[in-house]
């Protein structure tokens, strides 16, 4: 996302603000339409989500033409320990799915990866306050249409890219030298950005399947 550290700058507090106001205005809770692709299998659904931040609780519920009513649930009470709670008969069904692939191993490996970085994502979403700070994040003003910069979260050991753009807002979390997680937020529509997406983005290989897996909500 930056084009080389000589461009980063420090305590941007403005940034920082808009950032925290970026925050407010994605929804965990919704309904709306959406749709899901792990790699050449894809579902479209109805579909709507609840946050229980006191049980530290994201569920997905999803309703799949001919297929009925699904249900995803992510516990990440203990993601800062790399160990998240994943239950409900839509995960279970793409895992079993999953396990009758070629290579079903790594892909399995890399749809909890992914759901890591979602859990990890939902923290931060409860701990804006404590964790985006000017003491914690690096910004770059190099661009003129747009804020960007990285902030060092969880004791800094975490670091998420981010992007403040006309019409949304972009969070990078980058797993390893070959795989990106985006969470991308558009289109305000009153308090709530009305299109999500969060996606898993193979960056060794390119290719028109570079994104593993992707998770779209339209609201």
Do not use: H
């Amino acid at each position: 996302m930056f084009s080389g550290c000589s461009a980063i700058i420090l305590n941007n507090k403005n940034a920082i603000d808009k950032l925290k106001k970026n925050f407010s205005n994605i929804c965990l809770d919704s309904e709306g339409k959406g749709r899901i692709k792990f790699l050449s299998t894809r579902y479209s659904f109805q579909y709507e989500t609840l946050l229980e931040k006191e049980k530290f609780l994201w569920t997905l519920g999803l309703e799949i033409p001919m297929a009925g009513q699904k249900t995803m649930a992510i516990n990440y009470k203990n993601v800062l320990l790399n160990k998240i709670d994943v239950s409900g008969n839509f995960y279970f069904q793409l895992k079993r799915e999953i396990g009758a692939m070629k290579n079903g191993r790594i892909y399995d490996g890399l749809l909890m990866k992914f759901l890591r970085i979602y859990a990890l994502f939902l923290k931060l979403n409860d701990s804006v306050e404590s964790e985006i700070r000017e003491s914690n994040c690096l910004l770059d003003n190099t661009k003129t249409n747009s804020s960007r910069g990285i902030c060092n979260v969880f004791d800094k050991k975490r670091k998420f890219s981010w992007e403040l753009l006309a019409n949304g807002v972009d969070f990078e979390y980058l797993i390893d030298d070959d795989y990106v997680a985006w969470m991308q937020f558009r289109e305000l529509n009153g308090k709530c950005y009305s299109r999500s997406k969060f996606f898993l983005r193979d960056i060794k290989n390119g290719g028109p399947d570079r994104d593993i897996i992707a998770l779209e909500l339209f609201q």
